[in-house]
């Protein structure tokens, strides 16, 4: 009797995690994206060196205070963010999913299972006219927990203002690396 109990179970919570992993997959759109882009003061490979130092981020950047770890294609990354949505500054990590010199970089994150809640924060640079450049900084939301979550629509306005108080900041380190 047991047995017959518990087989139903086990099936329903199967297929209750394969659904979560979907929602979370790479597969499906994203439920949102959070995008913002600025005119950046230098040339590609003087906007990657500062966005990719992340040594000086305390320096400079007011959305992410602290970033830590090796700048490869699958390894961990440690940050600290300042976000409204936040009481306090809010530590997380993330896994380096890209690296592509001079164009673009992103980290995947998620809290606890994938499908939950998981992110992609994604970092591209592009040429623009006379050797400046343009860097679009967005982030993609999936899973269950966005979808639930109330009032999306301010704490998206929250986000995308972090984003572009950090954009705002890279411009200004940019332009006058000495202040």
């Keep these: 009797m047991k047995l017959k109990l518990l087989l139903p179970i086990i099936l329903v919570a199967a297929l209750l995690f394969e659904i979560l992993h979907f929602l979370g997959s790479a597969r499906v759109a994203p439920l ?23 040594a000086e981020y305390p320096n400079w950047n007011p959305y992410l205070t602290r970033v830590e770890g090796r700048f490869l ?20 990590s993330a896994t380096l999913g890209e690296v592509s010199p001079n164009k673009r970089f992103f980290w995947t994150g998620r809290a606890g ?18 050797g400046a ?7 993609e939301f999936r899973g269950l927990i966005p979808a639930i979550l109330p009032d999306r629509e301010r704490r998206s306005a929250n986000t995308r203002a972090a984003f572009e108080r950090m954009n705002h900041a890279l411009y200004l380190q940019l332009k006058d690396p000495d202040s």
């Excluded at 994206?33 to 992340?54: C, K, R």
């Excluded at 450049?133 to 982030?139: F, R, T």
């Design 73 to 92: 294609v699958g390894e961990k990354v440690f940050f600290t963010l300042v976000d409204k949505n936040f009481a306090d500054p809010l530590n997380l």
């Design 32 to 54: 949102y994206t959070i995008h913002t882009s600025i005119a950046l003061p230098a040339n590609l490979p003087d906007s990657w060196n500062v966005l990719t130092d992340f």
């Design 133 to 139: 450049s343009v860097l679009h900084h967005y982030e």
């Design 113 to 130: 299972i994938q499908g939950l809640f998981d992110t992609k924060h994604v970092f591209e640079l592009v040429s623009s006219n006379e």
